[in-house]
């Protein structure tokens, strides 16, 4: 099913020829109303006029995190201030957030690009759309509802937590697609279960949108069988305006870039070079269609790779693989470099654990994983427990080179939020 088959089966001669006028007009335009952008060039010498083909992208500087805080709140409007709609900020961890301004067209943008992964999967305006995302300054909730509107769906804004309040809509209203983080599915999935209801039997779910914090293919089989769904991948961030970058498609092979829209590089962290096609790196996007606040060459800090093989959809626009995690997100314990999604990958794989962890980090080099137990019981049987305890640290030193301690907790012991999980406490001394 497409949305605009015509722009999603695009040649993709003609579809880099429409990039190519679109990145010389975002670079003409930031180049006459972004005071940052234009010193940039002056910096690296290069001006709007040598921006001949989709390899001169290249010469562009690089636009990081940093830049947006430090250009907090309007620095790098490219509009009036009296022409922009929305504001969002970035969850910020430390010091002033990112202000991400929308004008009126940016707003109808992510709308349209959400609505349009949103039909890729197979949705429909009979739809019953139940958006459990934080409403806000975040931009995951409001696009998608935004989107889901466009298709014609009915939409809850339920917002997260309260899950009682969740099962009681999902009920009442048939609620048959939801918008959630994979750490929020697993404990509705537990919620659930405690409550004597079976998904596949007693609610009209068909699909869920999982995003807002990297998750393994092992989380999304541990959702779809707990919820008895579909569980799909998605990729946005507030600096693209929000959701719907990137989606997968019914096939599920890799996420779908809407190419008329940004410019995807993936490049070598430490040097900020290009990668070969098809290995990992991070991804940096630029903005086509962006009014209020284009971007060039955003530092995303996510680790993936593209997919240049045609999808048996029909879609042409290159696709990624999942997100592996962020380059500031790695850890390096004892001088091996690690990323909690390794971790996750076994956690989620291994039969007897339950769907909430937690790595903890402290004095000088000390990995602790903390599981939940998939079920209670387990208080006398003390020679299982063990078994499972050395097989998850044998597991886990094989993957991540380091042997951690592996602490085993009964079912609802560790914190379980509503928003993005928080899934590593390092309080090391180094």
Same mark, same amino acid.
């Given at each position: 099913?497409?949305?605009?088959?015509?722009?999603?089966?695009?040649? &993709?001669?003609?579809?880099?020829?429409?990039?190519?006028?679109?990145?010389?007009?975002?670079?003409?335009?930031?180049?006459?109303?972004?005071?940052?952008?234009?010193? /940039?060039?002056?910096?690296?010498?290069?001006?709007?006029?040598?921006?001949?083909?989709?390899?001169?992208?290249?010469?562009?500087?690089?636009? !990081?995190?940093?830049?947006?805080?430090?250009?907090?709140?309007?620095?790098?409007?490219?509009?009036?201030?009296?022409?922009?709609?929305?504001?969002?900020?970035?969850?910020?961890?430390?010091?002033?957030?990112?202000?991400?301004?929308?004008?009126?067209?940016?707003?109808?943008?992510?709308?349209?690009?959400?609505?349009?992964?949103?039909? @890729?999967?197979?949705?429909?305006?009979?739809?019953?759309?139940?958006?459990?995302? #934080?409403?806000?300054?975040?931009?995951?909730?409001?696009?998608?509802?935004?989107?889901?509107?466009?298709?014609?769906?009915?939409?809850?804004?339920?917002?997260?937590?309260?899950?009682?309040?969740?099962?009681?809509?999902?009920?009442?209203?048939? #609620?048959?697609?939801?918008?959630? !983080?994979?750490?929020?599915?697993?404990?509705?999935?537990?919620?659930?279960?405690?409550? +004597?209801?079976?998904?596949?039997?007693?609610?009209?779910? &068909?699909?869920?949108?999982?995003?807002?914090?990297?998750?393994?293919?092992?989380? &999304?089989?541990?959702?779809?069988?707990?919820? +008895?769904?579909?569980?799909? %991948?998605?990729?946005?961030?507030?600096?693209?305006?929000?959701?719907?970058?990137?989606?997968?498609?019914?096939?599920?092979?890799?996420?779908?870039?809407?190419?008329?829209?940004?410019?995807?590089?993936?490049?070598?962290?430490?040097?900020?070079?290009?990668?070969? %096609?098809?290995?990992?790196?991070?991804?940096?996007?630029?903005?086509?269609?962006?009014?209020?606040?284009?971007?060039?060459?955003?530092?995303?800090?996510?680790?993936?790779?593209?997919?240049?093989?045609?999808?048996?959809?029909?879609?042409?626009?290159?696709?990624?693989?999942?997100? #592996?995690?962020?380059?500031?997100?790695?850890?390096?314990? *004892?001088?091996?470099?690690?990323?909690?999604?390794?971790?996750?990958?076994?956690?989620?794989?291994?039969?007897?654990? +339950?769907? %909430?962890?937690?790595?903890?980090?402290?004095?000088?080099?000390?990995? #602790?994983?903390?599981?939940?137990?998939?079920?209670?019981?387990?208080?006398?049987?003390?020679?299982?427990? @063990?078994?499972?305890?050395?097989?998850?640290?044998?597991?886990?030193?094989?993957?991540?080179?380091?042997?951690?301690?592996?602490?085993?907790?009964?079912?609802?012991?560790?914190?379980?939020?509503?928003?993005?999980?928080? *899934?590593?406490?390092?309080? &090391? /001394?180094?």
């Amino acid at each position: 099913m497409f949305w605009d088959k015509k722009i999603e089966t695009f040649d &993709r001669a003609a579809l880099e020829q429409l990039q190519l006028q679109r990145l010389r007009k975002i670079v003409r335009r930031v180049a006459a109303h972004v005071p940052f952008y234009r010193e /940039k060039f002056a910096e690296l010498g290069v001006r709007p006029k040598d921006i001949h083909t989709l390899d001169d992208l290249r010469r562009l500087p690089f636009t !990081t995190s940093a830049d947006l805080r430090a250009n907090y709140p309007t620095g790098l409007l490219a509009v009036s201030y009296d022409d922009t709609l929305r504001l969002h900020t970035s969850s910020g961890t430390t010091g002033k957030p990112k202000a991400l301004f929308f004008s009126r067209q940016d707003v109808e943008n992510a709308a349209e690009l959400c609505a349009r992964s949103f039909v @890729m999967t197979g949705v429909t305006k009979k739809d019953v759309f139940q958006n459990m995302m #934080t409403y806000g300054m975040f931009t995951g909730a409001l696009v998608t509802h935004y989107g889901a509107e466009k298709v014609g769906c009915l939409v809850i804004p339920a917002g997260p937590g309260n899950s009682e309040r969740q099962l009681m809509l999902m009920q009442d209203f048939r #609620t048959t697609f939801i918008h959630l !983080t994979p750490s929020y599915a697993l404990y509705l999935a537990t919620f659930l279960e405690k409550h +004597g209801v079976v998904p596949r039997r007693d609610l009209a779910l &068909r699909k869920a949108f999982v995003g807002a914090e990297p998750y393994t293919d092992e989380t &999304r089989r541990k959702i779809e069988e707990s919820l +008895g769904l579909d569980v799909y %991948n998605s990729y946005g961030l507030s600096e693209m305006n929000g959701p719907g970058v990137a989606f997968e498609c019914e096939h599920k092979h890799g996420m779908h870039v809407w190419e008329d829209h940004f410019l995807i590089e993936i490049i070598n962290p430490a040097t900020g070079e290009p990668v070969k %096609n098809g290995e990992p790196g991070e991804l940096v996007l630029t903005t086509l269609t962006r009014e209020a606040m284009p971007l060039l060459r955003y530092r995303t800090r996510d680790i993936t790779s593209i997919i240049t093989k045609p999808c048996s959809c029909g879609r042409t626009h290159h696709r990624l693989n999942r997100i #592996t995690g962020r380059s500031d997100d790695m850890l390096i314990v *004892r001088g091996v470099n690690i990323y909690p999604q390794q971790i996750e990958r076994v956690l989620m794989a291994q039969s007897g654990v +339950g769907r %909430n962890y937690q790595i903890s980090l402290e004095g000088l080099d000390e990995m #602790t994983v903390k599981v939940e137990l998939a079920e209670a019981g387990f208080e006398g049987q003390v020679e299982q427990l @063990m078994k499972l305890q050395s097989q998850l640290a044998e597991k886990l030193r094989a993957e991540i080179l380091v042997k951690p301690q592996v602490q085993l907790l009964p079912p609802g012991s560790l914190p379980v939020s509503d928003g993005k999980a928080k *899934r590593v406490i390092d309080n &090391r /001394k180094l």
